[in-house]
């Protein structure tokens, strides 16, 4: 069965600051993707992983994958404060379509 | 332009009452998805469906039942047999084929028993 751990579940950050969100999956997977969602509303697709060391980039936001560690990363650079928001890692099962979701991290960017 | 609707926005039910979650997209996805979030957890998957009549249980079926009559619409019956349906649903949609599979979520609808 395929577990995906998140930590930590709660991020405080100063605005400005470096920090970085751990994704862990326990079963071979090929696919692993990122999402935003804000209070009260949908998720919003931020990345998508496809191959071992495969990392993207969009602003203050970066995310690697090591499938060999099943492990990905979300970094984030020098927050500002429109980052505060929860962000889950979903992992895809080996075969088919179907995700399965990390709890999720809560980040709050203080000023 | 495209996307994924869901309706109502919010929903509220009496104790033993069953109600009908909408979920239309026009994306032209294969592959359509019901997940059930409660509050400060992860999503959890309720029930698939990866081609017109045909879906799957996922991981929380029990006490819900869909359709997939319409390669558009996958409507959610929530029972009176789920004990505790009170949670933020969310709808998403994906294209069956390709390697990305990236799965797009509508704005979701919020139910609450009174």
């Known amino acids: 069965e395929l577990k995906v751990e998140q930590n930590p579940l709660f991020l405080s950050m100063q605005e400005g600051k470096n920090y970085t969100i751990y994704c862990n999956y326990s079963?071979?997977?090929?696919?692993l993707y990122w999402y935003r969602q804000d209070p009260g509303k949908s998720l919003e697709s931020l990345f998508v992983?496809?191959?071992?060391?495969a990392v993207k980039q969009e602003g203050r936001l970066m995310a690697s994958l090591d499938t060999k560690a099943r492990l990905s990363t979300l970094h984030i650079t020098a927050a500002v404060h429109d980052l505060s928001a929860t962000y889950f890692c979903?992992?895809?099962?080996?075969?088919?379509?179907?995700?399965?979701f990390g709890a999720g991290t809560i980040l709050r960017v203080k000023s | 332009d495209g996307g994924i609707t869901q309706s109502p926005k919010y929903l509220f039910r009496k104790e033993g009452q069953n109600v009908t979650l909408s979920c239309e997209q026009n994306?032209?996805?294969?592959?359509m998805y019901w997940y059930r979030q409660d509050p400060g957890q992860g999503l959890r998957l309720i029930y698939y469906?990866?081609?017109?009549?045909?879906?799957q249980k996922g991981d929380i079926a029990e006490g819900y039942s869909v359709s997939r009559e319409k390669k558009e619409s996958f409507p959610l019956t929530v029972t009176s047999a789920q004990k505790n349906p009170t949670a933020f649903y969310l709808c998403?949609?994906?294209?069956?084929?390709?390697?990305?599979?990236?799965?797009?979520f509508g704005p979701g609808t919020r139910l609450t028993v009174l």
């Open positions: 469906s990866q081609i017109v009549n045909d879906f």
């Open positions: 079963t071979t997977s090929d696919r």
């Open positions: 994306l032209n996805h294969d592959a």
């Open positions: 979903a992992v895809a099962m080996e075969y088919g379509n179907k995700l399965v």
């Open positions: 998403a949609s994906s294209i069956q084929a390709g390697g990305l599979n990236e799965q797009f």
């Open positions: 992983l496809l191959s071992n060391g």
